[in-house]
């Protein structure tokens, strides 16, 4: 089983990748920075709308929190913290958007034992890091591994972690960034990311949003 996730709320992911995903009827979740900082709204195209972000979830698509501004957590006070991830899903549950699920700034950095509970108090039930392995629904909830996705990563490489899945029964995250012509070192091409997508629905391999798969395992209601 694969799932597609998106950091940040690009505006190509909406433009370029969901036109992919619309294609194959694969299911994606976005996690969206609800108050991006201005230095990031320099790059690409910008970021997607508030109305785009309920249009794809009106389309049946996941969205989930990248938290109110993309600190790193490692620097960040812990008041700062939980106002994060307390105040981006309600920045989304006021677009009448359910959030379940978090993805950390900057991966791995700042998950804490006191972290993990202002997510628990918050009701998220998942959480994401960004560090390269295969997904695993049999451990913590809110340090979920992903594999990730850059401009220098082969499609034989992508290839091999579908077929991994195949043959292990197993599942794993895919996480991927911008979506455009000329990306840079955490982005793809579109022209990859569809590739991508052929070749899963060629093994007719199973695509669920993240909290989908979850539900799928048995890991919460």
Not at 20 to 40: E, G, R, S
Not at 89 to 109: C, H, M, N, Q, S
Not at 126 to 135: C, E, I, L, P
Not at 178 to 184: A, K, L, S, T
Request: aromatic content about 14%.
């Amino acid at each position: 089983m694969i799932s597609f996730a998106f950091d940040d709320g690009w505006k190509n992911q909406y433009t370029r990748a969901l036109p992919i995903l619309d294609k194959y009827n694969f299911k994606a979740t976005f996690y969206v920075i609800t108050q991006m900082p201005n230095f990031m709204l320099e790059e690409g195209e910008g970021r997607m709308s508030k109305e785009d972000w309920v249009n794809l979830y009106n389309q049946g698509h996941e969205i989930g929190s990248h938290s109110q501004t993309h600190p790193n957590f490692n620097s960040t006070f812990p008041l700062r913290i939980k106002k994060e991830i307390v105040e981006s899903k309600k920045d989304l549950e006021k677009l009448g958007i359910e959030v379940e699920t978090f993805a950390y700034p900057y991966g791995r950095k700042g998950i804490s034992i006191l972290t993990n509970l202002f997510l628990r108090e918050a009701g998220y039930k998942s959480a994401r890091v960004y560090d390269g392995k295969f997904t695993s629904p049999n451990i913590f909830t809110y340090a979920l591994s992903t594999k990730n996705v850059y401009n220098d990563t082969s499609i034989e490489e992508i290839r091999d972690w579908v077929d991994t899945c195949e043959k292990d029964d197993t599942w794993t995250i895919l996480s991927f960034h911008q979506v455009e012509n000329n990306p840079q070192k955490w982005g793809c091409t579109p022209e990859m990311f569809e590739k991508i997508c052929e070749y899963i629905h060629q093994k007719n391999i199973k695509v669920l949003t993240v909290s989908e798969s979850l539900k799928h395992f048995n890991v919460f209601a």
